[in-house]
């Protein structure tokens, strides 16, 4: 086929090129995003992103070969761009109904790489297949295919890093998940178009035909609110959702992506729900007591501020207190305040930032009586939070009678808990486990609240009340 008259100009190639790779990467990151309330944020997850990915483009990149090599056209190019295009809107739809396979009996495994193959494949496949017809329709020379390949390639590098910053930086916390898919389908209709527009038959017709009922469907769409997520906020961290609990009106639950954080009581900031925030409250009790007239002055700093229910508590139990909370996304606090009762005048100093960065970087002389680890990354503590080396950090800024207090999530094996327990214990000399109000590996998953110190607390630990089932050293020792 002589396709002299459908031959690209360098700046073209690179342009097109740059953009597909561009939207590529964006939507990579959105998929990390627009997924995390389905299945959650884990290695898993960006391991099966990654790989259905690169799946879909090495599988375009063949496909693509084989046609630019009997189709290669600018009609052709026009009408993958519209197919991409058309492919990416599928995306929103699938998207709507793949949480089901969350039902399924599969391995956490084969779902999570299930979910993302289903979404995800299509789109990067025929994505995919525009770079090798792009080269095509710009190689008039054999003498210089290295130099066209090669530029025409480091323009698609440059599009999915442009991509990737963009999308990571701006897109997803300024426009949100659903509204940058919708926008990358316009993105590459238009390119579809301008490209039909400079080619031979009836594809501009199509071309034109498919923007204006783009344009239509998008503002049917929007009036409908199919453009929009469930999420009260969405951020560069978590999909965030506040819902009224439905046995008592003054109570907010907050979800961050699929996972309930916290129940807070607008009206009673001593209110808890979960049984370990009722173990943070008996040992708080017990190790740092009222004694009347004197109001014990505690200084206390949270790890992960979520609905901020145990920072509400002891501001109001212990009201001569000093509390602070680093919480690593700005919108948790902002919703905090707007929906959870936060007041205003709260005395709860707030820090958005990296909680180990934040400790690193605090003066020595900053000392505290009580240290919370209550940070989750869906289901897991973030790793770099349960390292010896953070342990150490947080040992050096605890007063001489001060306890780390953590709360976990782990299988009914224990696995995570052991290994976390000894690495505590390189740090800390006496550390301590409670179930949260159940027996240990009663359940698939359970809550567990560990307790680390310098010192002894065997004697206090037994004033405990019952419910909390602390495991002394001696008994942790006899289960590991």
């Given amino acids: 086929m002589d396709t002299t008259s459908e031959r690209l100009p360098a700046w073209a190639a690179i342009t097109i090129v740059f953009l597909s790779n561009f939207c590529i990467l964006v939507l990579e990151l959105v998929a990390g995003r627009m997924m995390a309330p389905i299945v959650g944020v884990s290695l898993y997850t960006w391991t099966s992103i990654i790989g259905v990915i690169l799946a879909g483009i090495s599988l375009g990149n063949y496909l693509g070969g084989r046609i630019a090599d009997r189709w290669a056209s600018r009609r052709v190019l026009a009408w993958f761009f519209m197919l991409s295009a058309l492919a990416t809107v599928t995306i929103l739809g699938n998207v709507m109904w793949v949480d089901r396979i969350g039902s399924w009996n599969l391995p956490t495994v084969l779902k999570v790489l299930l979910v993302f193959t289903i979404v995800f494949m299509l789109p990067a496949t025929i994505l995919g297949t525009i770079s090798p017809i792009v080269v095509k329709l710009t190689l008039a020379d054999l003498s210089q295919t290295g130099r066209v390949v090669g530029l025409i390639s480091a323009a698609g590098t440059l599009g999915s890093i442009v991509g990737t910053f963009m999308t990571g930086f701006f897109l997803i916390s300024t426009f949100g998940t659903r509204l940058i898919v919708w926008g990358v389908a316009g993105c590459l209709l238009l390119i579809g178009a301008a490209l039909g527009l400079s080619s031979r038959g009836k594809t501009t017709m199509v071309a034109v035909g498919m923007v204006l009922l783009f344009i239509v469907s998008s503002v049917v769409m929007q009036s409908q609110g199919w453009l929009t997520n469930n999420c009260l906020r969405e951020t560069d961290y978590f999909c965030i959702k506040v819902r009224t609990d439905s046995d008592n009106k003054n109570v907010r639950v907050l979800t961050l992506d699929r996972l309930v954080h916290s129940y807070v009581d607008l009206t009673d900031p001593t209110y808890l729900r979960y049984d370990y925030e009722k173990i943070y409250a008996d040992v708080v009790a017990t190790l740092f ?157 359970q809550t567990l609240v560990i307790v680390a110190s310098a010192n002894s607390l065997d004697d206090l630990m037994g004033e405990l009340p019952l419910k909390t089932q602390f495991l002394s050293q001696t008994k942790l020792d006899n289960r590991n």
């Fill in 289 to 445: 007591p009222h004694e009347p007239p004197i109001e014990p002055h505690l200084a206390a700093l949270f790890i992960g501020g979520g609905g901020y229910t145990f920072p509400r508590y002891l501001e109001a139990k212990y009201a001569d207190s000093h509390i602070e909370v680093v919480e690593i996304d700005p919108g948790v606090t902002v919703v905090a305040y707007e929906k959870l009762g936060l007041s205003l005048d709260t005395t709860i100093i707030s820090h958005n930032g990296d909680a180990r960065q934040f400790i690193h970087e605090l003066a020595a002389s900053a000392k505290y009586d009580l240290i919370v680890g209550d940070a989750f990354n869906d289901f897991s503590v973030p790793y770099h939070l349960t390292t010896q080396q953070f342990n150490q950090l947080v040992a050096a800024h605890l007063t001489p009678q001060g306890i780390y207090m953590v709360n976990i999530i782990d299988g009914r094996q224990g696995d995570f808990m052991r290994a976390y327990v000894n690495t505590l214990r390189q740090t800390f000399p006496h550390v301590y486990l409670a179930a949260g109000g159940e027996e240990l590996g009663s359940k698939k998953r």
